[in-house]
């Protein structure tokens, strides 16, 4: 069994657990079970709400099985698409309150079955990313996502987030409007229920703003920025973009009826077949391992060189608590390298990437040296220096004598 279902009081839970994997996905066997839970909720008269949660320890749900869509075509996809689009109809249509309590990844399918129930509830955890990552594979939201968040946010909030496929933090997540509330973990279910009183949720959008003729104005905005980034190599968005604007002022029906036109019309081009493809090869490389090697704790790294590439690197490195040195040879270089990674992490605190006191403790990390100072502390030397042959050897050379032996030398050079 895949989903179970039960009760506390008048309030059913559906939760979600894969049999035999770390991961829920849907294929057509989840869907069906489903179809059954929904069947059994429907016989229970005195239900009072509906609360859809994981057992999964960092996911919720991780979408679609793309195995099974990227091989379905014809009849049979849409009857995929169109099987998933009626499940989660059935949830948006319940008479009574739906809450999704939200853990780990919750993207594609996943959100979008979020995006049927009334209220979302996500915990804190760094383990919770929330999106719609489907343009990103040369597909886009078919199963209601592309039609329902423009309804949930309004078109020119919810664009960015089905156009950019990005997953999102739960704080970010929250900022966009994507879920409700954010709680602790070992809170998630019993404030979750809290919702259940609060009823159905109603959308209600400003005429003024969500018309025909606004939507139109916004897809002309939208389509320039979109060509900016991907000069009309990727169908994906462009198909996301037109069915988002289409869907304000039609019908669920027409427009879930465009998302399964879309999705079969770009299921069988080439570019969506290469970008599935690499998906795969990405979480293929990701599960592989040399037996016979253990990792090594990286505590301490050096930078050599505080241009733009070398500023960068020593940015990533310090706001994920790494403590590390930035070197340069010129004091004016090293100042205006940190002033570049003061500007980033403002950046990121502006753009709530981070908050002020993770930015403040990733400067914290960062210790800027302009002359020759000892290496023999370093996990990692990254050179970062001019792409100079003759002047890269002079500092490996010179790295080599002043850091440890087992230091692992690395370098940025792009040639």
Same mark, same amino acid.
């Given at each position: 069994?895949?989903?179970?279902?039960?009760?506390?009081?008048?309030?059913?839970?559906?939760?979600?657990?894969?049999?035999?994997?770390?991961?829920?996905?849907?294929?057509?066997?989840?869907?069906?079970?489903?179809?059954?839970?929904?069947?059994?909720?429907?016989?229970?008269?005195?239900?009072?709400?509906?609360?859809?949660?994981?057992?999964?320890?960092?996911?919720?749900?991780?979408?679609?099985?793309?195995?099974?869509?990227?091989?379905?075509?014809?009849?049979?996809?849409?009857?995929?698409?169109?099987?998933?689009?009626?499940?989660?109809?059935?949830?948006?249509?319940?008479?009574?309150?739906?809450?999704?309590?939200?853990?780990?990844?919750?993207?594609?399918?996943?959100?979008?079955?979020?995006?049927?129930?009334?209220?979302?509830?996500?915990?804190?955890?760094?383990?919770?990313?929330?999106?719609?990552?489907?343009?990103?594979?040369?597909?886009?939201?078919?199963?209601?996502?592309?039609?329902?968040?423009?309804?949930?946010?309004?078109?020119?909030?919810?664009?960015?987030?089905?156009?950019?496929?990005?997953?999102?933090?739960?704080?970010?997540?929250?900022?966009?409007?994507?879920?409700?509330?954010?709680?602790?973990?070992?809170?998630?279910?019993?404030?979750?229920?809290?919702?259940?009183?609060?009823?159905?949720?109603?959308?209600?959008?400003?005429?003024?703003?969500?018309?025909?003729?606004?939507?139109?104005?916004?897809?002309?905005?939208?389509?320039?920025?979109?060509?900016?980034?991907?000069?009309?190599?990727?169908?994906?968005?462009?198909?996301?973009?037109?069915?988002?604007?289409?869907?304000?002022?039609?019908?669920?029906?027409?427009?879930?009826?465009?998302?399964?036109?879309?999705?079969?019309?770009?299921?069988?081009?080439?570019?969506?077949?290469?970008?599935?493809?690499?998906?795969?090869?990405?979480?293929?490389?990701?599960?592989?391992?040399?037996?016979?090697?253990?990792?090594?704790?990286?505590?301490?790294?050096?930078?050599?060189?505080?241009?733009?590439?070398?500023?960068?690197?020593?940015?990533?490195?310090?706001?994920?608590?790494?403590?590390?040195?930035?070197?340069?040879?010129?004091? =004016?270089? +090293?100042?205006?390298?940190?002033?570049?990674?003061? &500007? #980033?992490? !403002?950046?990121?605190?502006?753009?709530? *990437? @981070?908050?002020?006191?993770?930015?403040?403790?990733?400067?914290?990390?960062?210790?800027?040296?302009?002359?020759?100072?000892?290496?023999?502390?370093?996990?990692?030397?990254?050179?970062?220096?001019? =792409?100079? +042959?003759?002047?890269?050897?002079?500092?490996?050379? &010179? #790295?080599? !004598?002043?850091?440890?032996?087992?230091? *692992? @030398?690395?370098?940025?050079?792009?040639?």
């Amino acid at each position: 069994m895949n989903i179970s279902l039960t009760f506390t009081n008048s309030t059913a839970i559906l939760v979600f657990d894969r049999e035999g994997s770390s991961a829920n996905i849907f294929d057509s066997a989840t869907l069906a079970e489903l179809s059954e839970r929904l069947d059994e909720l429907a016989e229970q008269p005195d239900v009072s709400g509906l609360l859809i949660r994981s057992a999964k320890p960092d996911i919720f749900i991780a979408g679609a099985d793309l195995k099974e869509l990227s091989t379905a075509r014809g009849e049979r996809l849409d009857s995929l698409i169109a099987t998933g689009q009626a499940l989660f109809n059935r949830i948006a249509d319940l008479p009574y309150p739906t809450v999704a309590a939200i853990h780990g990844a919750c993207v594609g399918g996943g959100y979008e079955l979020a995006l049927a129930c009334d209220w979302r509830i996500a915990s804190d955890s760094a383990s919770t990313k929330i999106g719609l990552p489907e343009t990103q594979l040369g597909i886009l939201p078919a199963w209601g996502g592309t039609t329902r968040l423009p309804d949930l946010l309004g078109l020119q909030d919810a664009l960015p987030v089905i156009l950019s496929g990005k997953l999102h933090s739960a704080v970010l997540a929250k900022r966009k409007g994507l879920v409700d509330e954010i709680v602790p973990k070992e809170h998630l279910k019993s404030h979750a229920l809290t919702h259940i009183s609060k009823g159905k949720r109603h959308h209600t959008h400003n005429p003024i703003t969500h018309n025909q003729a606004v939507a139109a104005l916004t897809r002309v905005q939208a389509q320039k920025e979109l060509h900016k980034k991907t000069h009309g190599h990727y169908p994906g968005p462009e198909a996301a973009l037109e069915v988002a604007v289409a869907s304000i002022g039609r019908t669920r029906v027409q427009s879930q009826q465009a998302e399964r036109e879309a999705i079969a019309s770009l299921a069988g081009l080439p570019q969506t077949a290469n970008l599935i493809g690499l998906f795969f090869l990405r979480e293929r490389a990701k599960k592989h391992r040399h037996t016979d090697a253990e990792p090594r704790e990286i505590r301490r790294v050096a930078v050599i060189g505080a241009g733009v590439m070398g500023s960068g690197i020593a940015y990533w490195l310090s706001s994920r608590g790494i403590e590390t040195t930035l070197q340069d040879i010129s004091a =004016e270089a +090293l100042a205006h390298g940190m002033n570049s990674i003061s &500007d #980033l992490y !403002a950046d990121a605190v502006k753009h709530h *990437v @981070l908050s002020e006191i993770e930015a403040a403790r990733g400067m914290d990390c960062i210790h800027p040296a302009s002359g020759e100072i000892p290496l023999h502390n370093c996990d990692l030397i990254i050179e970062a220096a001019v =792409e100079e +042959l003759s002047i890269k050897k002079k500092i490996f050379a &010179d #790295l080599a !004598a002043r850091c440890r032996p087992d230091t *692992v @030398l690395a370098t940025n050079t792009s040639a």
